[in-house]
């Protein structure tokens, strides 16, 4: 049977030869093997593909021989349980979909819930339950706690924001800590907030893009995972520009989807290590 074993901790002489020993020692054997140091905060960062019968004592053993601070997670090849957050557009949430129903995505998509009930029968053409929790006459917060209860009956893997155009309170954030993957409809740093495309179209620029990012508390400036970008010219309008970034948010926000399904993403501290 087929694992991912995914290693994280501070940085010391001789870990990957620790790690691939043990596996050794375990009768498993590594099919593929992917390491990152960073220098500059110590960190080390692995991901090793593995096949055999890895058991308890090899992953307490592996924990006793490496730093305190050591995150290790074993995981199955069981497909990644994501719930999709979406308002009104459709073009991520119908390319998710589509990927799933092409099993082009290592992906379960257990649910979509919106604000609106606008998309309820792009879910349902794909059998996907479909809920509308409306953000009108209650706080962000109130909101927030139905939707994050909702989350919680599925107890997904993943959260996907498919054009959530909804600033999560605090409390949200932290109750899914590391799990939320937003797409935004700019290439960050450049034109955070709303209307990006509009701003760009103010400061004249000849490229415009996406990027999928992990959420934090500060508006659009979670730990990049992904971006593309594609050219435009100064022919294009705001309205075009639109148009035409779509289908990169579309591509950009699947391609997040996937390699976090594929634990071939890691944060460290403000930004990703993304094996490929």
Do not use: W
């Amino acid at each position: 049977m087929s694992y991912i074993l995914t290693t994280q901790c501070s940085d010391e002489i001789g870990l990957i030869a620790k790690i691939t020993s043990l596996c050794h020692e375990h009768n498993l054997n590594i099919v593929r093997n992917n390491e990152f140091v960073d220098t500059d905060n110590k960190r080390f960062f692995m991901r090793t593909e593995l096949t055999g019968s890895p058991t308890n004592l090899f992953l307490s053993q592996l924990q006793m021989n490496l730093p305190d601070d050591a995150q290790i997670k074993l995981h199955s090849p069981t497909k990644v349980k994501v719930v999709l957050l979406a308002t009104k557009e459709a073009h991520c949430l119908g390319g998710a979909l589509l990927k799933q129903y092409e099993n082009a995505l290592n992906i379960e998509i257990q649910a979509v819930i919106a604000n609106y009930p606008d998309l309820k029968p792009l879910a349902e053409a794909f059998n996907v339950p479909f809920h509308c929790i409306s953000h009108e006459g209650v706080s962000r917060t109130e909101h927030d706690q139905q939707v994050g209860d909702l989350i919680a009956n599925y107890q997904p893997d993943l959260i996907g924001l498919a054009k959530y155009m909804r600033i999560l309170s605090p409390e949200f954030v932290a109750r899914f800590e590391n799990k939320i993957i937003n797409i935004h409809h700019s290439f960050l740093p450049a034109f955070i907030g709303a209307k990006p495309y509009h701003q760009a179209f103010a400061r004249g620029v000849k490229i415009i893009g996406a990027t999928a990012h992990f959420v934090n508390n500060e508006l659009d400036e979670g730990p990049i995972i992904v971006q593309d970008v594609t050219q435009i010219t100064h022919a294009d309008n705001a309205e075009a520009m639109a148009k035409i970034g779509r289908d990169i948010e579309k591509t950009v926000f699947c391609n997040a989807l996937q390699l976090a399904s594929e634990r071939k993403l890691f944060i460290n501290g403000t930004k990703t290590v993304v094996f490929k």
